[in-house]
């Protein structure tokens, strides 16, 4: 399933990207991730637990930045498998562009799952997805904007 969102973050282009790439943001950012850790610049392992429906689970998995291109774009992957619940996966394409002071940050968003996961229906899954994401990407434009404050 694909879903799309637009926000803009009171805050420059270059602290937002900064951010994006920051794991401790991240981390504070990704609902119920209890761990990201970097293993190279561009890859990180990570333990997220999250509840869809009446599943509750701890996915262990990789997190990937890829296709990067310094303050404008990257795409950042995340795949886990959570036991007997099943697997996770998904993408985001980031996209940023100025607006005067503040950035417009847009996504194209992809997840997918398998397992017990796969057999709650699409529409549980789907709203979950966009939830956990409209959290992740609300969270974020509030740390991007802190650490705009906090440099000024």
Known sequence: MEFTDTRLIAAPRAVVWE???DPEVLRDCIPGCKELEMQSETEMSATVTTKIGPISATFRGNVTLSDLKPLETYVITGEG???IAGFASGQARIVLKEEG???ELSYVAEV???GKLAQLGGRLIQSTARKLSGQFFEHFAQAAE???AAEV
């Open 19 to 21: 951010a994006l790439n």
């Open 146 to 148: 802190a650490r705009a």
């Open 81 to 83: 498998k959570g036991g």
């Open 101 to 103: 002071a503040q950035t």
């Open 112 to 114: 997918s799952v398998g």
